[in-house]
């Protein structure tokens, strides 16, 4: 066993789901990098990031799950889910469509994922003119199907730092 003391009191982990371009990994990267990428991001394989969030005086830290490009064929597998306490279902609000496919993806989580999982619903580029889903429609959808919501931009860093740690606050909550 390791000697080196535990730097953290808790560990998180959490989900990025919904239709592939809707920002899932520049979502991740702003957030744990503080950085954005114009271009796609491929990932090859299984891949996770971990951010350390202080959290009332205690460290949480998130192990947060990206999709690697599977969600392109729908082919995520049970074994992604397991185990997660938190899962983002994410749209692009300048594409009906991958707002549109939340109902599903929604579906997909209630048919895998843990029933104590915490969930957020997240409309991704508000940064962009071009919308094609209101605030409002977004809102409406999470009253719908009960979830928390919030509007963000990977781009313009607005409300990324925020979406995580109200997440973790909410699974935290239900913790203890
Ligand atoms: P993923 O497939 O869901 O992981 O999507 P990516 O993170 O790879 O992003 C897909 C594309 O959308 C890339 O070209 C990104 O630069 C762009 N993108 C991601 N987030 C934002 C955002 O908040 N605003 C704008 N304008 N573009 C974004
Ligand atoms: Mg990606």
């Not at 496919?101 to 619903?121: F, K």
């Not at 009253?143 to 509007?151: A, K």
Request: hydrophobic fraction near 40%.
């Amino acid at each position: 066993s390791s000697t080196a003391a535990k730097n953290y009191d808790s560990v998180m982990k959490i989900l990025l789901i919904g239709d592939s371009g809707v920002g899932k990994s520049c979502l991740l990267v702003r957030f744990v990098e503080n950085k954005f990428n114009p271009s796609f991001i491929t990932t090859i394989g299984i891949d996770f990031k971990i951010k350390t969030l202080d959290i009332q005086g205690r460290k949480i830290k998130l192990q947060l799950w990206d999709t690697a490009g599977q969600e392109r064929f729908r082919t995520i597998t049970t074994a992604y889910y397991r185990g997660a306490m938190g899962i983002i279902l994410v749209y692009d609000v300048t594409d009906e469509r991958t707002f549109q496919n939340i109902r599903q993806w929604y579906s997909t989580v209630n048919e895998h994922a843990n029933e104590q999982v915490q969930l957020l619903l997240v409309g991704n580029k508000s940064d962009l003119g071009n919308r094609q889903v209101t605030k409002e429609q977004g809102e409406e959808l999470a009253r719908e199907l009960g979830l928390p919501f919030m509007e963000a931009s990977a781009k313009n860093d607005d409300n990324v730092n925020d979406l995580f740690l109200q997440l973790a606050k909410l699974i935290q909550e239900k913790i203890d």
